[in-house]
């Protein structure tokens, strides 16, 4: 299986106008465009395609068969005043597509990274800042702006121009429209969108192309009308859904996801 992944991934090209610092290392099958600069401490997987004009700064880890598109920019320096130069890395996954434009930055010593996850779709001009994790699966569409610290749980779809405010977190398997302003968490397994934002059910469509059963969006779907369309407060509904709605992982996570919220809950 080795050899025949070797053989269809070829043998690692640089165009002569790129210039590839010593101190980077690139896999097998690696392509580098025209005019791309990849600085030090940067590390490429096998089968990653690299585009013209593409800037790795620095100490960035990129999974295989990652493609980057023309003009990305990928482990710059954190825009924060707190940043002194300390070392932190950017890391992406696997199979992970960066597209035109984007710009991600490299962490803090706050936690020492920014990551994104593997099979991941940034659309042109996203931001993704200092310290934030993105997970699996994640879609950010054009000009996702995400401050500071954000936490993106996997299978999220972000739709287009919406900024996500630092320290939000964001819940896995949840839709946000378009033209969005998030300031507060938005639960896993829901639909949000507005500014300010509100929910509008479950991401009914998501779940069951994702291939939930029937007995978990049921679950989930009642466990929604109890937190967000009761009359009884949201402390009090999450303690009354955990009592009732129990052997469902994913109603559990949603309950200790809000729970563990800091920022507020879009509800």
Request: glycine share 12%; aromatic share 6%.
């Amino acid at each position: 299986m080795a050899e025949i992944l070797l053989k269809a991934r070829g043998e690692t090209t640089v165009h002569p106008t790129a210039i590839v610092d010593p101190g980077a290392e690139l896999g097998t099958g690696v392509k580098v465009g025209p005019w791309a600069l990849i600085g030090p401490g940067v590390v490429v997987g096998d089968g990653t395609e690299i585009g013209p004009r593409v800037y790795i700064q620095q100490d960035t880890h990129i999974g295989e068969d990652c493609f980057l598109a023309n003009g990305a920019v990928l482990g710059s320096d954190p825009q924060d005043l707190k940043f002194k130069g300390e070392r932190a890395l950017l890391e992406i996954g696997d199979r992970t597509v960066v597209r035109e434009f984007a710009t991600l930055n490299r962490g803090t010593s706050a936690s020492g990274h920014t990551v994104i996850g593997s099979d991941c779709l940034l659309m042109a001009y996203t931001h993704v800042a200092h310290d934030c994790e993105l997970g699996n699966h994640v879609i950010l569409a054009n000009s996702v702006n995400l401050a500071g610290h954000v936490l993106v749980e996997d299978w999220v779809i972000i739709g287009g121009v919406t900024p996500v405010h630092q320290f939000v977190r964001i819940g896995a398997h949840a839709f946000i429209g378009g033209g969005s302003r998030v300031s507060q968490d938005v639960p896993p397994y829901c639909r949000a969108a507005g500014t300010p934002p509100r929910l509008y059910g479950l991401n009914s469509v998501g779940l069951e192309r994702r291939g939930f059963s029937d007995e978990v969006r049921k679950a989930l779907k009642r466990a929604y009308s109890m937190l967000f369309r009761s009359d009884v407060n949201l402390s009090r509904a999450l303690d009354r859904a955990e009592e009732e709605i129990t052997g469902v992982p994913e109603v559990r996570h949603l309950i200790q996801f809000i729970r563990a919220s800091e920022r507020g809950i879009t509800t």
